[in-house]
């Protein structure tokens, strides 16, 4: 049985960081490319970032880009959300996935992952 358990979230000051993880387990870990999505009701699950097996070639969404960064340990079957300059804006439900598919193109299509996690709620105050 597939599990994905994100942590880390939070209530944060604007301009803060929060770091989030996402531990993994019934899965070949190393295998899959890892996901991070976010919603904030009523707008659609956004794509955040992704990181394939490899853990090069790093894809974050235009939102985020130079304040975010995806990593991953795969001895721990872990991958990690990194947030800095967070803003009011960012605030929402983040969500961690896993997908085959290696390419960039699959791995921001929300669509494409097959395991997701339950999520975890990041709120930014101004």
């Known amino acids: 049985q597939v599990q994905l358990v994100e942590s880390g979230g939070g209530l944060v000051q604007a301009g803060g960081s929060l770091r989030l993880s996402c531990a993994a387990s019934?899965?070949?870990?190393?295998?899959?490319?890892m996901g991070w999505f976010r919603q904030a009701p009523p707008k659609e699950r956004e794509f955040v970032a992704a990181i394939p097996w490899t853990g090069k070639g790093t894809y974050y969404g235009d939102s985020v880009k130079g304040r975010f960064t995806i990593s991953r340990d795969n001895a721990k079957n872990t991958v990690f959300l990194q947030m800095n300059g967070l803003k009011p804006e960012d605030t929402a439900t983040y969500y961690c996935?896993?997908?085959?598919?290696?390419?960039?193109?699959?791995?921001?299509?929300?669509?494409?992952?097959?395991?997701w996690g339950p999520g975890t709620q990041v709120t930014v105050s101004s």
């Open positions: 019934g899965l070949a870990f190393s295998a899959y490319t």
């Open positions: 996935a896993a997908t085959s598919s290696y390419s960039e193109g699959a791995a921001r299509q929300q669509d494409r992952y097959s395991f």
